[in-house]
T-cell receptor
Framework: GAVVSQHPSRVICKSGTSVKIECRSL??????MFWYRQFPKKSLMLMAT?????????EQGVEKDKFLINHASLTLSTLTVTSAHPEDSSFYIC??????????????FGDGTRLSIL | DAKTTQPPSMDCAEGRAANLPCNHS???????VYWYRQIHSQGPQYIIH???NNETNEMASLIITEDRKSSTLILPHATLRDTAVYYC?????????????FGGGTRLMVKP
């Protein structure tokens, strides 16, 4: 079945560092990728939606200059947390949308990246 | 997308059936009911989905009421590995890329 690979699975870094998270669709083309953020014991919160070759659409309250999203190809989207601070520590999850022309398809998530900023 | 309501937590004995309810009273005619689960520190995993007929696959069964205002996910023989947060989502079939809005989910604890 369709697989979404997210890398790295865990990052621990110092405050002020920029961190890049990759999301790849391994055996399908993803026209749209979604990025979520999840705090401990909370539900997933959509941060942004990215379409291949165009600018990402950010949800209200999400700083686009803080969370840079690039979707340069149909199999790769990246989320860069710029100048990360402790409050950016969270679990980040990507989701890839398969383009099949049939819309009611299961969605495919990456396994998440746990970001810890010291 | 329609809002869903789920109990925040449930317990189930290992080997017994786990029945997880979901209310979606404002669901519209073209919205599907999807179930996902999230095991600790992993991404959500698709379980099953349906429109109005009951559905069954190797993981679970989905029972949707005739008025479609509620549904129940059934794990027929729960195991310890089924301990997870279960999310019920209803979603439109639209041009916006199939948005998924997650509610609070039900934290299922399967106990030995």
């Amino acid at each position: 079945g369709a697989v979404v690979s997210q890398h790295p699975s865990r990052v621990i870094c110092k405050s002020g560092t920029s961190v890049k998270i990759e999301c790849r669709s391994l055996d399908f083309q993803a026209t749209t990728m979604f990025w979520y953020r999840q705090f401990p014991k909370k539900s997933l919160m959509l941060m942004a939606t990215s379409n291949e070759g165009s600018k990402a659409t950010y949800e209200q309250g999400v700083e686009k200059d803080k969370f840079l999203i690039n979707h340069a190809s149909l199999t790769l989207s990246t989320l860069t947390v710029t100048s990360a601070h402790p409050e950016d520590s969270s679990f980040y999850i990507c989701r890839a949308q398969i383009y099949t022309g049939v819309r009611n398809q299961p969605q495919h998530f990456g396994d998440g990246t746990r970001l810890s900023i010291l | 997308d329609a809002k869903t309501t789920q109990p925040p937590s449930m317990d189930c004995a290992e080997g017994r059936a786990a029945n997880l309810p979901c209310n979606h009273s404002t669901i519209s005619g073209n919205e599907y009911v999807y179930w996902y689960r999230q095991i600790h520190s992993q991404g959500p995993q698709y379980i099953i989905h349906g429109l109005k007929n009951n559905e069954t696959n190797e993981m679970a069964s989905l029972i949707i009421t005739e008025d479609r205002k509620s549904s129940t996910l059934i794990l027929p023989h729960a195991t310890l590995r089924d301990t997870a947060v279960y999310y019920c989502i209803v979603r439109l079939n639209n041009n916006a890329g199939n948005m998924l809005t997650f509610g609070g989910g039900t934290r299922l604890m399967v106990k030995p």
